[in-house]
């Protein structure tokens, strides 16, 4: 039986629960700014306490799941320096959002979050950002989680590939 954290319904897990957290924590952001914009902005600072909160259970699935997958990725390789370096940032984000979650327990339906609280889902969204590319780049430069069916065509190959002498590219017949 396969590893759930690591495949579900066939195709890796950590992908799919990583666009949660990513869509949640800013969406913290946009309504404490939403907050500042308004006259009584007590609703959209309970909306960010909660999408805080949801983000953040969301973030321990995909931090999870990034775990299990991690022991696929070749020790040294490229992909594991990246691997690593997307590990620590998300990490980090997920640190600076605790704390801006912590800073807001006391202020749920204040008429405006704490502005500490606000500047740490600056930064952790910009971390988050960050880490997230780094997630992108171990998949599309590094094939991280891309595995190839028997029955999928043949890609044509890189552009660079065309312009270096080792490669051989057969000519049409």
């Given amino acids: 039986m396969a590893n759930p954290l690591k495949r579900a319904f066939g195709d890796p897990t950590h992908p799919a629960v990583v666009h949660f957290p990513l869509a949640l924590y800013p969406a913290t952001l946009l309504f404490d700014l939403l907050a500042f914009m308004r006259g009584d902005g007590s609703v959209y600072t309970h909306g960010a306490f909660i999408l805080i909160v949801a983000a953040s259970i969301a973030a321990v699935g995909a931090m999870v799941t990034g ?3 991690l022991p696929d990725i070749p020790p040294g390789s490229p992909a594991w320096k990246t691997a690593m370096l997307h590990m620590s940032v998300q990490m980090t984000a997920g ?6 979650l912590l800073l807001r327990l006391r202020h749920v339906d204040d008429v405006h979050p704490p502005i500490a609280a606000v500047l740490c889902a600056v930064i952790g969204t910009g971390a988050l950002f960050y880490g997230g590319w780094l997630g992108g ?3 599309f430069s590094h094939g ?3 595995e190839r069916r028997d029955d999928a ?4 190959p890189a552009i660079e590939a065309t312009n ?3 490669v051989h590219i057969p000519s049409p017949s």
């Fill in 95 to 100: 640190g600076i959002f605790l704390v801006s």
């Fill in 153 to 156: 065509p043949v890609p044509p």
């Fill in 164 to 166: 270096r002498a080792d």
């Fill in 144 to 146: 991280i989680s891309v």
């Fill in 137 to 139: 780049h171990m998949v």
């Fill in 67 to 69: 775990f299990a997958q």
